[in-house]
């Protein structure tokens, strides 16, 4: 499983046709007893788990596997057209339970000889709140032996409420499933054991030099069991993430192995827990959960108690730092630092109300720790844009401009918001040498209402022209050549 996260904002995806020859002209005209998966081997791997299940000429038009949190269902599908479809969905258990998975769906037609004729393999996900994923099968492959594999690459759970007086994080934490729940923890070959806990333990946890790891057993509003992991640094200025290699075994009435799981996450610092559900068939069965530390990247964080820079606030905070780091960085505080840059003695500048948080988090960059640019990125672009850190703007524009989850639209109105000139610069640019300025205009935007005539006027209409010069510059220059 992969950390949970909110997923009421997942966009629904269409899948692609996995033939697209006969992706116009294919009708598929059978007799209505005669089923999709009649030639059709569908292999589904979730975890250790491996379910196959061979072809059956029994007229069915749909199949369902048992997944840990819900099922898996392949329908039967045939349009108004006749076309024949596969289509591939998830569901919970429990309406409560939101499940979101990313699977790898590998899809292979054999020839009369057995050898492999047509293929294809795609990535998706599937789950609470997107459309079914419908793969178009022409009749050409139909009339072939068909392979499906599903494997499950990662699983996302979010536990919803039943009511308004439910718990405000859909689970309550229980001592149910500690109770029969043993943890072991290596570190550096050391091994570490707690467990069972007694009823009113409600938390495992083990300390070590850096960190707290905490294992809290769950019970979801729907009355599923589940437990959390996470990693919790025990000094706010040092930042750590460890790599965590898990194991959870399942024993019966002999202490046999009768289930397991194996998984490798991250856990520490801007993580959320590591969620593990537990599927009702292992409710009463005791459980051994080893967790292995594989790898610690630790980041000590500036402090800022030394310098001869003392940025004041109101709330009576004190930042330190130095005037040499902010010379090379700040035009704007050099310039307001002035001829004191030379006297040995400290300066001090009073920030009042500007937001700490928002500082630290600058001078984070500064000081090069390895601290992700996007932690807190609004604030960073804030303290960046107030007080002219040049090479700090440099790292956010790229970073921005280079963001996949947003759409070209969406990157600009943020630059913008934020004040990121470089960003709305580079995007100009962007747009104007891929086409895509062009197929904006095309579709009805207004540059001047989307994004307000002072900006439009001197930073993207100017930064386009130009993009349409160097193109029309290069492409002369490789003729020439």
Same mark, same amino acid.
């Given at each position: 499983?992969?950390?949970?996260?909110?997923?009421?904002?997942?966009?629904?995806?269409?899948?692609?046709?996995?033939?697209?020859?006969?992706?116009?002209?294919?009708?598929?005209?059978?007799?209505?007893?005669?089923?999709?998966?009649?030639?059709?081997?569908?292999?589904?791997?979730?975890?250790?788990?491996?379910?196959?299940?061979?072809?059956?000429?029994?007229?069915?038009?749909?199949?369902?596997?048992?997944?840990?949190?819900?099922?898996?269902?392949?329908?039967?599908?045939?349009?108004?057209?006749?076309?024949?479809?596969?289509?591939?969905?998830?569901?919970?258990?429990?309406?409560?339970?939101?499940?979101?998975?990313?699977?790898?769906?590998?899809?292979?037609?054999?020839?009369?000889?057995?050898?492999?004729?047509?293929?294809?393999?795609?990535?998706?996900?599937?789950?609470?709140?997107?459309?079914?994923?419908?793969?178009?099968?022409?009749?050409?492959?139909?009339?072939?032996?068909?392979?499906?594999?599903?494997?499950?690459?990662?699983?996302?759970?979010?536990?919803?409420?039943?009511?308004?007086?439910?718990?405000?994080?859909?689970?309550?934490?229980?001592?149910?499933?500690?109770?029969?729940?043993?943890?072991?923890?290596? !570190?550096?070959?050391?091994?570490?054991?707690?467990?069972?806990?007694?009823?009113?333990?409600?938390?495992?946890?083990?300390?070590?030099?850096?960190?707290?790891?905490?294992?809290?057993?769950?019970?979801?509003?729907?009355?599923?069991?589940?437990?959390?992991?996470?990693?919790?640094?025990?000094?706010?200025?040092?930042?750590?993430?460890?790599?965590?290699?898990?194991?959870?075994?399942?024993?019966?009435?002999?202490?046999?192995?009768?289930?397991?799981?194996?998984?490798?996450?991250?856990?520490?610092?801007?993580?959320?827990?590591?969620?593990?559900?537990?599927?009702?068939?292992?409710?009463?069965?005791?459980?051994?959960?080893?967790? !292995?530390?594989?790898?610690?990247?630790?980041?000590?964080?500036?402090?800022?108690?030394?310098?001869?820079?003392?940025?004041?606030?109101?709330?009576?905070?004190?930042?330190?730092?130095?005037?040499?780091?902010?010379?090379?960085?700040?035009?704007?505080?050099?310039?307001?630092?002035?001829?004191?840059?030379?006297?040995?003695?400290?300066?001090?500048?009073?920030?009042?109300?500007?937001?700490?948080?928002?500082?630290?988090?600058?001078?984070?960059?500064?000081?090069?720790?390895?601290?992700?640019?996007?932690?807190?990125?609004?604030?960073?672009?804030?303290?960046?844009?107030?007080?002219?850190?040049?090479?700090?703007?440099?790292?956010?524009?790229?970073?921005?401009?280079?963001?996949?989850?947003?759409?070209?639209?969406?990157?600009?109105?943020?630059?913008?918001?934020?004040?990121?000139?470089?960003?709305?610069?580079?995007?100009?640019?962007?747009?104007?040498?891929?086409?895509?300025?062009?197929?904006?205009?095309?579709?009805?935007?207004?540059?001047?209402?989307?994004?307000?005539?002072?900006?439009? !006027?001197?930073?993207?209409?100017?930064?386009?022209?130009?993009?349409?010069?160097?193109?029309?510059?290069?492409?002369?220059?490789?003729?020439?050549?």
């Amino acid at each position: 499983m992969v950390r949970s996260r909110c997923l009421s904002s997942v966009s629904v995806q269409t899948a692609p046709e996995w033939d697209s020859e006969f992706k116009y002209s294919t009708i598929y005209a059978v007799g209505p007893t005669v089923s999709i998966f009649g030639k059709m081997t569908i292999i589904v791997k979730n975890g250790l788990d491996v379910i196959e299940r061979l072809p059956v000429q029994n007229g069915e038009k749909s199949i369902r596997f048992q997944m840990d949190q819900g099922f898996l269902q392949l329908t039967d599908i045939k349009n108004e057209q006749g076309k024949a479809f596969i289509g591939l969905s998830t569901f919970s258990k429990d309406k409560r339970v939101h499940a979101l998975y990313k699977l790898k769906l590998t899809m292979t037609a054999f020839n009369q000889n057995g050898c492999a004729d047509k293929s294809f393999e795609t990535i998706f996900d599937q789950g609470y709140d997107l459309a079914n994923y419908e793969i178009l099968l022409s009749s050409t492959v139909l009339e072939k032996k068909i392979k499906m594999e599903i494997e499950v690459l990662s699983k996302s759970i979010c536990y919803g409420l039943p009511s308004a007086s439910s718990s405000a994080t859909g689970r309550v934490i229980e001592a149910g499933l500690l109770s029969r729940m043993t943890v072991n923890l290596t !570190e550096n070959g050391k091994v570490a054991t707690k467990g069972p806990c007694t009823d009113s333990e409600k938390i495992i946890t083990f300390k070590t030099e850096e960190a707290s790891l905490n294992i809290k057993g769950c019970k979801g509003t729907s009355g599923h069991d589940f437990f959390e992991l996470g990693v919790t640094s025990d000094d706010e200025n040092t930042d750590v993430i460890y790599q965590l290699q898990i194991k959870v075994q399942c024993l019966d009435e002999n202490g046999n192995v009768c289930k397991q799981f194996y998984h490798c996450c991250e856990q520490g610092a801007r993580l959320d827990p590591y969620t593990c559900f537990i599927g009702d068939e292992l409710k009463y069965k005791p459980l051994k959960v080893d967790v !292995e530390i594989v790898h610690k990247s630790i980041d000590m964080l500036p402090t800022f108690e030394e310098g001869d820079v003392y940025l004041a606030f109101s709330n009576g905070t004190v930042l330190k730092t130095y005037k040499t780091v902010i010379g090379v960085h700040s035009t704007y505080l050099k310039e307001l630092i002035g001829d004191d840059m030379n006297c040995p003695g400290p300066v001090t500048i009073n920030l009042d109300n500007f937001s700490v948080d928002a500082i630290k988090e600058l001078l984070y960059q500064v000081y090069s720790t390895k601290r992700p640019i996007w932690t807190n990125f609004k604030a960073l672009a804030l303290a960046a844009t107030s007080f002219s850190f040049n090479l700090i703007l440099r790292k956010l524009a790229l970073h921005l401009v280079n963001y996949e989850e947003l759409c070209w639209l969406d990157k600009m109105k943020e630059a913008i918001c934020m004040g990121l000139d470089e960003a709305i610069i580079m995007l100009a640019v962007q747009a104007s040498q891929t086409g895509l300025w062009d197929g904006l205009l095309a579709s009805g935007m207004d540059p001047l209402n989307e994004f307000g005539v002072q900006v439009y !006027e001197s930073l993207i209409k100017p930064n386009v022209e130009r993009g349409y010069s160097q193109m029309y510059h290069e492409n002369l220059l490789s003729r020439c050549l």
